[in-house]
């Protein structure tokens, strides 16, 4: 079977942040910044954040399996297209809507290539890291006995890994942020973000769930960003500050992989060929905290 391409930032999500200031026949875009190759470009959802053959798992008899893409469809994405509308409705999610939309979160850190690429070189070294994941029955059934050791590495790690992560999710208390009119959110290639605002320490983003102090932040559309912390509940759904909109859009910027997405073109002093900052743009004060 030929390799198809597949979107590891799914094209629902990507649409939230489409610019739709055209007049028929033109159609909405997205705008591209290439950290790379510093460029700007308008484009299609259907043509980003997508790679040849990415979930395809190839069996020993030499066919692909599609059942990573398929669980991706069937399992994440299609039971979260109508929870995200829910959220940026302000309403709010009943108990098993925030489980299904804690694997959404999760699988949104997990699944783009700066996550899969940490998480190979994880399993080669898993012996001198002296750590390891058994297989579950759900893995199990998902992927095929029949599947090399080659193709199941960082896929397996990936979703046996959600049995961790969704459940610290979930038990995070979750702040919506809404952007001021005219004002709008990045989202990136990474888009999913941990930061602890009072380190000064920069350290991979999907590092530090442990640390009473994190702050996961993920823009869900261009009009709201989720933040989840530990330490007491605050308000659910909040105006967004200049310095919060700030600083998520430069995280978002610079913990990209390769690829930032936005409704509007970027300022280029945001995206200044050298990524010059200052500390406060990464991690904001804790009077900014609401």
């Not at 930061?195 to 590092?207: H, V």
């Not at 912390?229 to 600083?247: E, H, L, N, Q, V």
Request: hydrophobic share 35%.
């Amino acid at each position: 079977m030929e390799k198809r391409r597949h979107h590891y930032v799914p094209q629902f999500y990507l649409k939230g942040f489409l610019d739709d200031r055209v007049t028929p026949p033109h159609e909405p875009g997205i705008w591209v910044y290439d950290k790379q190759l510093d460029t700007l470009k308008k484009k299609g959802t259907k043509k980003i954040a997508e790679l040849n053959g990415y979930y395809d798992l190839k069996l020993i008899t030499g066919e692909i399996t599609t059942a990573v893409e398929e669980f991706f469809d069937k399992k994440i994405e299609i039971p979260s297209t109508s929870i995200l509308k829910k959220i940026l409705n302000q309403t709010l999610l009943t108990d098993e809507e925030r489980i299904q939309f804690s694997y959404f979160i999760y699988f949104s850190l997990a699944r783009v290539p700066n996550f899969l690429n940490y998480m190979t070189w994880f399993y080669r070294n898993n012996d001198k890291l002296n750590f390891n994941l058994k297989t579950s029955t759900e893995t199990s059934k998902l992927v095929d006995d029949t599947l090399s050791s080659e193709g199941l590495t960082t896929l397996e790690l990936m979703i046996e890994m959600s049995e961790i992560f969704v459940s610290i999710i979930y038990r995070m208390n979750w702040q919506f942020h809404i952007a001021p009119q005219n004002k709008h959110f990045l989202t990136s290639d990474n888009p999913v973000i941990l930061n602890d605002p009072s380190s000064k320490k920069i350290q991979p983003t999907f590092m530090g769930w442990n640390n009473p102090n994190i702050h996961l932040t993920f823009p869900l559309d261009s009009t709201m960003c989720l933040r989840a912390t530990w330490g007491r509940k605050r308000k659910t759904y909040i105006k967004a500050s200049p310095t919060f909109m700030r600083a998520v859009n430069f995280r978002t910027s610079f913990f990209a992989t390769r690829y930032v997405f936005s409704s509007r073109p970027i300022e280029l002093l945001l995206l200044d060929g050298a990524f010059l900052y200052n500390m406060s743009d990464i991690y904001e004060s804790k009077q900014n905290w609401e």
